[in-house]
């Protein structure tokens, strides 16, 4: 599964892990927060993720980036 995510997928995925808002992760990534509201929505059901212990986990597992000091 973690080849199947793009770079930006990615990001959104441990950004989200890290709490951040919609509007805190465009900001930071590009674009609005309602795009990123519906990407978020479609990435979470593409991993049938439920809860923020489930994001937490796929950020992990799926998301992780060696060497990465903390979420921006």
Do not use: C
């Not at 599964?1 to 959104?12: A, I, N, T, V, Y």
């Not at 951040?20 to 593409?46: H, N, P, Y």
């Amino acid at each position: 599964m973690r080849d199947l995510l793009s770079p930006r997928e990615k990001r959104l995925l441990r950004r989200l892990a890290a709490g951040k808002t919609d509007a805190q992760i465009a900001e930071r990534l590009g674009g609005t927060a309602k795009q990123v509201s519906e990407q978020r929505a479609r990435l979470l059901a593409r991993l049938q993720i439920n809860s923020p212990e489930e994001i937490a986990d796929a950020a992990e597992r799926w998301a992780s980036w060696p060497g990465y000091r903390g979420i921006t």
